[in-house]
Each structure stands twice: as C-alpha cells, then as structure tokens.
C-alpha cells in the first residue's frame, strides 16, 4: 500500500508543520514555547444504550473560538460540528439525528466511521495470495462500507490524550479475524482533535496480525447553509482524473480525465450545475457518487477540495493523504429518514467528500494498493477545515 509519510515523522513534528501550514516537515520541533492558557477539555455525557445493553457516550470538543464537534463512540460517528457563518452564528452543518436511537435505525451512515473497507467491493468477494474472502453483498450484488455490522455499527472504546494541540479524542477497536468476511484481527485507533484554527483532524491507524485490506474513511454529510439542498455550493475537487463506474457503480478500472465531462471541478462550480445533464455516469447514481483521483503526490497530506456556501459565507476545505476522495451528492436521501429538528433529509439535502483509497482496490490490481500485512501500520490523516467565512 502507497503509505503517507506520517509513520516516518514523529507526530509533535507532523502536527507542528500542519499547523504552520507548510505540509509535512522533517525538521525536529523548536524548543517548546511558553505554557498557554489550558485549552477547554472533551466532555463527554451518557448518549444511550445499544441493545444488548452497552452504554454510548458523546463526546463535545470545542476550541477557542466556540466551535464545537460532538463525536459519540457509536460508531466512531460525528454527530454534530457547529461552525460560524458570515455574521459569527454557529449553526450545525452535517446531518444526523438528536438523539441515539436515529443512529440504530436507518441511517444512511451519517457521520460515520466506516470500515474495514469504505466504498464497494464488487460480488462481496476478493483474493489474497490464491485464497478468495467472501464477503456480505449489502449493496444489490456488492459489498459496501464493511458490510452489515461494520464499524459504524459497533461501540469503540474511548479516552481522551493530550497532544501538543491540546486534547484530542481517541477511539479503537479490535475487528476480529472473520468478522464480516475480513482476515486478521485489526487493531484500529481513530483520532479526532479540533484545533483554535476551526480544523477537525482525523487521524487512522490500523495494525494486522495477518494479511488482509482496509480502506477507513469518515461519511460526513455537509450542508454548509444547514438546511435546504446543497445544489447551490459551489464546488472545487483537485482532480485531473476520476474513476468511472457500471450501473452497479463498481469501477471499470479506467481513469477517466475529467476535461469535458461533468466531473470536472477542477475550477469552482455549482454542484447542482449540471447534475441533471444526460450523462450515463450521472444516471447510473442519479448524480454524483464517484471517486476521484487526487493530483497531489502519493501519500502527502494536500487539499482535496474546497467547498463554499454563498448564502451563509461558510467554507470547508477538505485536506488529505489518501489518493482519492470520493464525492456523493446525497442522490439516495429521498425523504423516509427523519433527521435533527424533525426535518426530513430529502435528496440532496447533504453532500459528503470520503477521503479514500479508489472503490474495489482489491480486485483492481493497477489501482493504489490497500493490502496491510503484519508488521505493517496503516495511517492516514484527513482535515475537515472550516476557514474564516466569506463576506
């Protein structure tokens, strides 16, 4: 697997530099600077219980600056991130529900942390050294985001460290060898830290004691207005090239320049601007639902993309080391699910940006790899960053 550079650096160095916005340094931190004030500590209150009886907490981390992001560890699943608008009101930008138990039932992985492999496996099945997994087909014929109890349907462990940021929290879980068709016992560790830049960082760790594939992402659905759809926040995705799909929404395995298709995005454009056009890769998911690759080097934390909201001012620009960002416009949300505030989500009442490796990478041998072996360690970084609004 193409892996970031993050496991070569220590961490102090690597979120100094991200913080200095200069990428990934090799330089070793400057003598530590005076003790600032102490930043405002995660809090956390009893949110539900599953069940088979295990309590679920929620976990609010705010900043100096009155943002907050309130992560429960069902899941590993963001369940709110209030940001400012133009005018300085917060207001809730993702999708979700107001309590736990819209989480248990038909959620379209709102917010979630999913895994092992985000994305869609073609026939639930793939091979590793001669031997074939077989994994749930969840999706029509495919598998998709781990299956039907994959990591957004499971209760992390959860405690708070501090970083050199402040407090950060950290969620893990063991996925056991055959759990949902998957080899090895999986050890994985999710970060979330909220940094006084209105930055939410995420960061995925995962070790095996036996060969097998891992794809981890977060599905976040933004609405950066906080109601209404999302047809007319415009849109920027660092991508020459995106991977076109069947009408199964399985990749054909080309990469498909974006120059003259409606996938190109790579200068800012409405999403809803030609969403409706006659395009058989629009019609296969009712609009977009693909995967793009990223122009930035392998394995280097860069921009992905750039959303902005020109009613509220808001921005979100979304920062990465994986090689690829999928972009879903919300083309399944129809209605039926009942969301925070009693509103129904109707069709694209959210868009999500899942920073990824590309959709069926294990049977797609020229696609970047996500095989993790022992001895291995699988980490990415994605930054969710909320930049000072537009006036």
């Given at each position: 697997m193409r892996r970031s550079n993050i496991d070569r650096l220590g961490r102090a160095a690597l979120l100094l530099a991200i913080a200095a916005g200069t990428g990934i340094a090799c330089q070793q931190p400057p003598a530590p600077a005076p003790t600032p004030a102490k930043p405002p500590a995660i809090d956390h209150r009893p949110f539900g219980t599953t069940p088979d009886g295990v309590p679920v907490n929620v976990y609010t981390l705010t900043n100096a600056h009155g943002m907050e992001v309130r992560v429960t560890n069902y899941g590993g699943t963001v369940?709110?991130?209030?940001?400012?608008?133009r005018h300085g009101q917060l207001g809730d930008v993702v999708l979700g529900f107001d309590t736990f138990d819209g989480y248990l039932h038909n959620t379209p992985y709102f917010g979630a942390t999913v895994g092992r492999y985000g994305n869609r496996i073609a026939k639930g099945r793939f091979a590793l050294d001669g031997v074939t997994y077989k994994l749930a087909q969840n999706d029509g014929d495919n598998h998709l985001h781990g299956g039907l109890r994959g990591f957004d349907k499971v209760v992390w462990t959860a405690k708070t460290v501090d970083t050199v940021?402040?407090?950060a929290l950290e969620l893990g879980y063991l996925s056991k060898d055959g759990e949902e068709g998957y080899p090895g016992n999986l050890?994985?560790?999710?970060?979330?830290?909220?940094?006084?830049?209105?930055?939410?960082?995420?960061d995925y760790t995962a070790t095996t004691d036996k060969k097998t594939v891992v794809n981890l992402t977060n599905h976040s659905y933004f609405n950066l207005a906080g109601a209404g759809d999302i047809l007319s926040h415009v849109l920027e995705i660092e991508a020459d090239r995106f991977t076109p799909v069947d009408k199964g929404l399985i990749p054909t395995g080309v990469l498909q320049p974006v120059a003259g298709t409606p996938f190109d995005f790579r200068t800012p454009t409405a999403i809803g601007a030609r969403i409706d056009v006659k395009n058989q890769q629009l019609q296969y998911a009712g609009g977009y639902d693909h995967n793009f690759v990223l122009s930035k080097a392998p394995g280097t934390l860069g921009v992905a993309a750039r959303v902005t909201d020109p009613a509220s001012g808001r921005v979100l620009e979304v920062s990465t080391t994986e090689p690829g960002v999928q972009f879903y416009s919300g083309n399944f949300l129809d209605g039926t699910v009942i969301g925070k505030g009693g509103r129904a989500y109707q069709k694209h009442a959210g868009f999500a940006l899942e920073t990824q490796h590309f959709p069926d990478s294990p049977n797609h041998p020229a696609f970047p790899s996500t095989v993790l072996e022992p001895g291995q360690t699988y980490h990415t970084t994605t930054i969710y960053a909320f930049p000072t609004p537009q006036s």
């Open positions: 369940v709110s991130i209030k940001t400012p608008d940021d402040g407090p050890a994985v560790t999710v970060r979330f830290h909220l940094d006084d830049h209105n930055a939410l960082h995420i």
